[in-house]
């Protein structure tokens, strides 16, 4: 095929050399280059020996726009490197100056009118005149066309139905030679919408178009080409032209797992390395990072000023994704019946990461989930904020569903309660992603080459997916790697600094895909999945034993001091023990030390032996002696029972000296005389257990209340008949009297004496 060329003069365009974007790019092209070119060769030298000492020149895209307004500029910026042995003269050999005539001598001067004329250095014209040819090619259709078209080894057969091209005399003027020899050549060339100025390039339309770039020897027409290489611009609608679809989000996530509550120092330093990949990734990366961090290594990076500092500016712009701390499996702590412990946990660990990194928002909006999620926590989670979730896509299809539905778009996941959850799985592309596969595209492909096959192949399926769509739907795209570690930044930067370059594509936080993307539908309805009924390691036996067990620490709580730490210690172990980082073998260990403790301070307790004791009266008091073997002071609370005495003062709390026994004094009333039993208990003030009862007896020899109320009836009995048997007498006494007196002179007769 013929080369579409209009020769455009050197001077018509500018020769600026923009600086990379991004200190990881820039090593990446620095590494690049293998020869700088300085120098000349024999101007005799043929045309075919050039050609033959240049076979391995290399054209290596180090920067470029993507896209372009109707009538823009075309940008693209290229390292030349390879084995080109001093051919191409971009540094040519110093002018030589012709000999300067002599002077005469000083003490014969010579009028000033009469010196010899300044001699100027001829110009070294390069040996071998260079031509930069640029041609675009019909729009691509077919995504799995795109990668015919990118890179420095592109196949030439490849490009056909070429639509216009420009050819760049004299390169030379386009090209700047670093201190390290790096030959970099810009060029900038501009379009039009219709074939009608000779030095622009046609886009006619929208679309994506593939560019050949040639380097040529010599003239033009000549079909000498030293390199070639192949990229995609993509041009914009203009005004009057279709609507362009909505922009793809794209969405950077990592997960740094969090180490097991016993693990080794090995799987500890794996933790931290993964969250210093995830904090640099997101220092690196311009566009925001979303990352799911377990707080307690958070906080521990943020223990120092200094430390918090870092933090605060690394993730400037990103987010984190809030976690229960300690961890807690969702699904796990639904099935069992706590997620109130669940919320409770997650609120622990949001306000870890908030004190950490207050400049950085902690979100509950998105959840991304590294194990099966089941249908129960993923309503969990929709009750305490969470609008979508992210999985893997190897997690899905062994947990959901082997069919994998597509990876721009949500499906909806069904709730037990009738409702649904959007879920978006992680994009293939992300199996890019990981170190090695890094490598790989690197040695072969420059970070925006890559850049440019991935925008390009993501504009082509959308553009393709939505070919006779009236409402083309909202794509978002989460990139991460297989297993949700932190991406490799070399080719997201290339590709973030490409993305800036188009309104197609753009980055975006995690937490604002729900509002951007939209819900796959088949048949006119959302496609819904099922998520399994159960999902997690069983919590139910692990749970019983720790309400046992909560229940004795609190008991023996109660016989410390308020002031004691081992309460809220105990209290934090259990709270940690519910997580599923620790197996059942582990929590029952602990459970057992904790059970100990309790124990042991029960058994400090000593109760008396069984005692009698005689109360001659109607109160009395009692004197009971308990002992504490332990080194601290303990409270327990006592009681006493009986049926025939009665307790005033009722049960009491008695703190018990170290070491030593403690008198306690009970005061009691008896209700009868006999003997009877008497009850004491000992406990835990919270009411535990310490020892089983001991039974005291009561002897009571004195009155009872009903002996003193009968003596004083009787009494009062006794006084009534006396008095009125001492009144019946004087009355008689008086009777008689009266009969042997004289009526007139009172005198008692002698008969009466």
């Known amino acids: 095929m013929g080369r579409f060329v209009r020769e455009v003069p050197a001077s018509s365009t500018s020769v600026t050399c923009r600086a990379l974007r991004g200190s990881t ?19 005799t030298a043929s045309r075919s020996a050039v050609a033959q000492e240049i076979d391995t020149a290399r054209l290596t895209l180090i920067d470029q726009d993507f896209a372009i307004e109707p009538d823009g500029t075309i940008r693209l910026v ?42 100027v250095a001829a110009p070294v014209e390069p040996s071998v005149q260079l031509t930069m040819e640029i041609t675009n090619y019909a729009p691509i259709v077919d995504p799995a066309d795109v990668r015919s078209f990118v890179g420095s080894d592109v196949d030439p057969d490849a490009f056909v139905a070429a639509v216009d091209g420009v050819a760049i005399t004299d390169v030379r003027e386009r090209a700047t030679v670093g201190d ?203 009750d305490l904020g969470v609008r979508f979730i992210v999985m893997p896509r190897a997690l899905y299809r062994d947990t959901v569903d082997t069919t994998l539905p597509a990876t721009d778009q949500f499906v909806e996941a069904e709730l037990p309660d009738g409702d649904t959850l959007p879920l978006l799985l992680v994009n293939p592309l992300s199996t890019q992603l990981t170190s090695g596969a890094a490598d790989e595209i690197l040695a072969d492909s420059t970070a925006v080459e890559w850049a440019v096959e991935t925008i390009a192949e993501l504009l082509a399926a959308q553009a393709d997916d939505d070919r006779g769509t009236s409402t083309p739907p909202e794509r978002s795209i989460v990139i991460s790697t297989p297993t949700l570690r932190a991406p490799d930044p070399r080719l997201l930067v290339g590709l973030d600094g ?77 709270d940690a023990l519910i997580s599923t980082a620790y197996s059942d073998e582990e929590v029952g260990a602990v459970l057992a030390e904790l059970d100990a403790e309790a124990t042991a301070l029960t058994d400090a307790v000593r109760l008396p032996e069984p005692f009698t004791f005689t109360l001659t009266g109607r109160t009395g008091t009692i004197e009971i002696r308990l002992g504490n073997t332990s080194d601290e002071e303990l409270q327990v609370l006592v ?16 703190t018990l000296r170290p070491n030593d026994e403690t008198s306690v004094t009970v005061p009691v009333e008896a209700r009868s005389n006999g003997t009877s039993s008497i009850d004491l208990v000992v406990s835990t003030p919270a009411g535990g257990p310490i020892e089983e009862p001991v039974t005291l007896t009561s002897r009571v020899t004195g009155f009872t209340g009903l002996g003193y109320l009968l003596t004083a009836g009787l009494i009062l009995v006794l006084l009534s008949w006396w008095l009125t048997h001492w009144r019946s007498r004087r009355r008689d006494a008086a009777l008689e009297d009266g009969r042997d007196r004289h009526p007139s002179t009172g005198k008692v007769s002698s008969d009466a004496l």
Not at 25 to 43: D, F, Q, Y
Not at 99 to 107: D, G
Not at 515 to 540: I, Y
């Open 180 to 382: 390290d020899g790096i030959v970099t050549i810009q060029l900038e060339v501009d379009t039009d919408v219709a074939d009608s100025i000779e030095e622009r390039l046609k886009f006619d339309r929208p679309g994506l178009y593939p560019i050949r770039i040639q380097l040529l020897t010599g003239d033009p027409a000549d079909d000498t080409v030293v390199a070639t290489a192949g990229t995609i611009i993509q041009r914009l609608p203009g005004p009057g032209e279709p609507s362009p679809p909505p922009p793809i989000d794209l969405s950077v996530v990592t997960v740094t797992p969090a180490p097991g509550p016993d693990a080794d120092p090995d799987e500890i330093e794996d933790s931290n390395e993964q969250l210093a990949d995830g904090i640099d990734l997101a220092a690196t990366l311009g566009s925001p990072v979303t990352l799911e961090v377990p707080p307690p290594l958070v906080a521990a990076r943020a223990a120092t000023p200094e430390g918090e500092a870092q933090l605060a500016e690394a993730l400037a712009g990103d987010e984190l994704v809030a976690l229960p701390t300690p961890p807690l499996d969702v699904s796990s702590a639904a099935a069992a019946g706590r997620g109130d412990t669940f919320a409770r946990l997650l609120s622990a660990g949001q306000d870890v990461l908030t004190a950490a990194v207050p400049t950085t928002p902690s979100r509950r909006d998105v959840w991304i989930t590294t194990d099966a999620l089941s249908a129960a926590g993923a309503q969990q989670l929709r």
């Open 639 to 654: 009681q006493l029972d009986s049926s025939k005495v009665r307790f005033p003062d009722g049960d009491r709390v008695v």
């Open 498 to 574: 490409l993305a800036a370059t188009t309104p197609s594509v753009r980055f975006s936080p995690a937490s604002t895909l729900i509002g951007a993307t939209s819900v796959q539908r088949a048949g006119g309805a959302a496609v819904t999945v099922q998520l399994p009924e159960v999902a997690g390691p069983s919590l139910t036996e692990r749970v019983a034993l720790l309400e046992s067990t909560a229940l004795t620490m609190v008991s023996a709580a109660s016989m410390l001091p308020d002031d004691d730490p081992r309460p809220v210690e105990w209290a934090a172990e259990l």
């Open 25 to 43: 790019v820039g090593a990446v092209l620095a590494g690049s280059v293998v020869l700088a070119m300085i120098a000349t060769v024999s101007a």
């Open 78 to 119: 290229y390292e030349l490197s390879g084995v080109v042995d001093d051919a191409l003269d971009f540094v040519p050999d110093a002018p030589v100056a012709e000999p300067e005539a002599s002077l005469p001598p000083a003490s014969d001067p010579t009028p000033t009118d009469t010196l010899p004329e300044p001699v």
